[in-house]
């Protein structure tokens, strides 16, 4: 058996009575047209390996080895998908590392070789988490070079959001100071079996070697968290536990202390972070 000749993915379910487990997040990706679309999204894969979290029965696995991933290491909570994802290690001799267990407990990089591109189609909740914990490690750059990750649309859109939009906080702020992200897939509810409620899109971000504005990591955070958790209120009432001096520090890096957090740039934000601790 090789890559191309595996069964149709609908068999494999039915062959190891894979049915979805809402608990688990199981929107399975069951088109290989589409797997194989959204593994080009992650770039030339050849000389890198790969990162997959939640392989399932493992369409998005197949796709990325085929694209000609050096390695993919999956980790999947599911143990009933194990023995699908053993035939694709049959498959793929050498190419494929499974591990049983849950990816937010589970530290991959020893299994890993540099150039490294995470992949996943996660449960939504699990994706969100994972993507704060990859953009503030301990040190930058971090041990992947890019991210090719499905979300929940107004997810995908609050990770890439600009200033002046409902979308644009945190997130948008995080991803971008850290990352170039694009949305480079829309996907309907029916894509998926079974469908979920949501619509859902892939999120490209690739890392940049530097922040792309120098600040603080941690008073950058710190401030963005208060700006945004009032967002309706003026920065000098939202950022006044901050500093008794805030209205003074957001004149002198140019922004009215009038304005509201949703009105200010990365750049604006990164400057502000730069006159509270320079
Ligand atoms: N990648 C497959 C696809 O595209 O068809 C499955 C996608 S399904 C949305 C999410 C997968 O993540 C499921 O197989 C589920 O069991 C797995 N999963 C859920 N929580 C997980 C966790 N904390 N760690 C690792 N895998 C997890």
Redesign the pocket.
């Known amino acids: 058996m090789n890559l191309d000749t595996l069964p149709p993915?609908r068999d494999v379910i039915h062959n190891h009575d894979l049915h979805?487990?809402k608990a688990?997040?199981?929107?399975?990706?069951?088109d290989l047209n589409l797997?194989g679309k959204?593994a080009r999204q992650a770039g030339d894969l050849s000389q890198c390996d790969v990162l997959?979290?939640?392989?399932?029965?493992?369409?998005?696995?197949r796709a990325l080895l085929v694209e000609g991933a050096r390695k993919v290491v999956a980790?999947?909570?599911?143990p009933r998908?194990l023995p699908a994802l053993a035939e694709i290690s049959a498959a793929a001799p050498g190419r494929l590392t499974v591990i049983d267990?849950?990816?937010?407990?589970?530290n991959p990089a020893e299994h890993l070789t540099a150039p490294i591109r995470i992949v996943?189609?996660?449960?939504y909740n699990?994706g969100t988490e994972l993507l704060v914990r990859w953009l503030t490690p301990q040190q930058w750059p971090p041990f992947w070079q890019s991210l090719t990750l499905?979300f929940q649309k107004e997810v995908a859109e609050r990770i890439t959001a600009k200033p002046g939009s409902k979308a644009y906080g945190r997130l948008a702020i995080l991803a971008q100071w850290r990352c170039d992200t694009r949305i480079v897939m829309h996907l309907p509810p029916q894509a998926?079996?079974p469908a979920p409620k949501v619509s859902s899109a892939v999120v490209h971000l690739t890392r940049l070697d530097e922040p792309r504005y120098p600040a603080d990591g941690r008073v950058l955070n710190d401030i963005v968290a208060r700006a945004f958790n009032q967002r309706r209120k003026m920065l000098r009432a939202s950022l006044r536990s901050l500093r008794p001096d805030i209205e003074d520090l957001l004149n002198s890096v140019g922004i009215s202390p009038t304005q509201r957090a949703e009105e200010i740039s990365l750049e604006q934000f990164c400057a502000l972070a730069r006159a509270v601790k320079p």
């Open positions: 993915l979805a487990k688990l997040g199981q929107n399975f990706l069951l797997t959204i997959e979290i939640g392989p399932g029965p493992g369409g998005l696995t980790i999947e909570r599911d998908c267990g849950d990816a937010l407990a589970i996943a189609n996660l449960p699990v499905m998926f079996t």
